[in-house]
Structure formats: C-alpha cells, structure tokens
C-alpha cells in the first residue's frame, strides 16, 4: 500500500454543488489542487472513513483511483467565505479532512456513450456489492474518463452499516439487493469470475493495514465505532462473498 500523504489546505477554489456533501476544489499547500471532502458535512467523518477505504481496495484491484490525501484545514480559514453555508461546513470541518486529487479535464463516465471492458465493469460491481456502494447508478455513475481511461471516484455512500452499528454482523452477511440498480451491471461478467483473484488480495493482513491507516479523529468520532468493528466487518463481510456474489449474478440474468 502507498504511504498516504498529509498537505494543509491553502486556498478554497469553488465548490462541486453536484455533491450532496458539498465537496469542493482546494488547492494544498504541495501545489495540487484536490477535491476537498469535509468532515463537517451531513454524514461526517464516517463517509470520510468509507471514502478511504473504498479508494484503498479499489487501488488494490488495479483500478484507476485518484491519489488519496488526508487534508489539513486550519481555524479561521473560512473567514472570509461570502457564502454562509460554505463558511459553516469551512468551520465545522477544522482538522483532518479527505481529499482527491482533482484530475483536471475529466468527463463523468456515461454508460450509454462511453464503452467498457467486461472484466474492468466486473470488478468495480464486485467492488459495490462487496462495500454496498448505493451510489453507483445510471443517475450517479461516480466514474470519470480521464486520458481516455475509466477512474473510480467516491465511496462515500458505502458501508453504511456504521450508522447502525449494533447489528454488524448481520450486516457483513447480507447480499446486497441495491446491486440491481448498478450501472455497470449489464456490462459485466458473472462476479465469480473474478471472486478467488480478488479474495486473494485483500488478505486478512492489506484490510489491518488500511484499517491502521484511518486517522485516530475519525474514528474516535463516534463512540460506537471502532478500528476493530471496521476489521471485523471487512473480513466477515469477505467470508460471506458468496452471498452477494449470488444476488449480483442473479439481478445480472434478468438484465441479460
């Protein structure tokens, strides 16, 4: 796994009103400009949390993911937004934030227009199933073509089970019926295909080292949650893989 960098947030360029989160370009102190996602906003750290962990597997795969950074933001630094609500997410979101470094040129990936490789769509779909993304559809592709390649964005939407987390383990177990609804679906393979290639990257020992990566703020967020209850959850949720595979595949036959 990469070393993840930390830069400190220097300039707030404009916001991405599409993101319900109201993410936005900043540029950081390294030069690069970033897409900014706030602590402050509705879901707090825990979409953070899933953004991360969503981005790290998905890089395991082989997919094309933007270089991930945690993000300082100092006091005081929305003082100046005209925007009231920008300036309350600005000074909600104080400290460590995500960013994403902002592929600049980029187009949102539109499934009727833009062509994929079978295998590449299998894997972002077992990806979904696997992390319960509800937020991969023809509406929502958060996909984006960027020199002519297919990028991977915003796991923000997954693991929801950190809402609620009482019952965990019947969570980790569960297919996941939302899968229907993905874009790529109808373009893929069946997930078994690519299921033992997978299972084989995201040992018990990568998913304790993404686990170790989430900063300590974020975690500590919510008393409810833990770096155990994210290790645990991540690999019961990989012993079950056979029970979302079979749901995907199933809605998979209906569309093909």
């Known amino acids: 796994m990469p070393q993840i960098r930390t830069v400190n947030i220097t300039r707030y360029v404009t916001p991405l009103r599409e993101g319900g989160s109201l993410p936005a370009i900043v540029e950081a102190d390294d030069g690069f400009l970033y897409v900014l996602k706030f602590k402050g906003a509705g879901q707090g750290a825990k979409a953070l949390i899933s953004d991360f ?33 920008i300036q309350d997410l600005l000074q909600f979101s104080t400290g460590l934030n995500l960013g994403l470094h902002y592929l600049s040129g980029s187009i949102t990936f539109d499934a009727v227009v833009n062509d994929i490789d079978a295998l590449l769509a299998t894997k972002i779909v077992w990806l979904d199933a696997f992390l319960m993304n509800i937020d991969r559809t023809a509406r929502n592709t958060n996909m984006l073509i960027w020199h002519k390649e297919l990028w991977v964005i915003d796991h923000g939407a997954s693991l929801y089970f950190h809402h609620n987390p009482e019952n965990w383990e019947e969570q980790a177990a569960k297919p996941f019926q939302q899968i229907q609804d993905h874009v790529l679906l109808k373009k893929s393979a069946p997930l078994s295909e690519v299921n033992d290639t997978i299972l084989q990257k995201f040992t018990p020992e990568f998913i304790d080292k993404i686990v170790d990566l989430i900063p300590e703020v974020w975690i500590s967020s919510d008393p409810l949650i ?31």
């Open 53 to 85: 962990i969503g981005a790290e597997m998905a890089r395991e795969m082989g997919l094309k993911v933007p270089e991930v950074v945690f993000a300082e933001l100092s006091e005081g630094f929305g003082r100046t937004e005209p925007d009231e609500e």
């Open 226 to 256: 833990s770096r155990d209850l994210y290790r645990d959850f991540l690999k019961l949720r990989l012993k079950n893989s056979s029970k979302f595979i079979s749901e995907a595949e199933n809605a998979r036959e209906k569309l093909v």
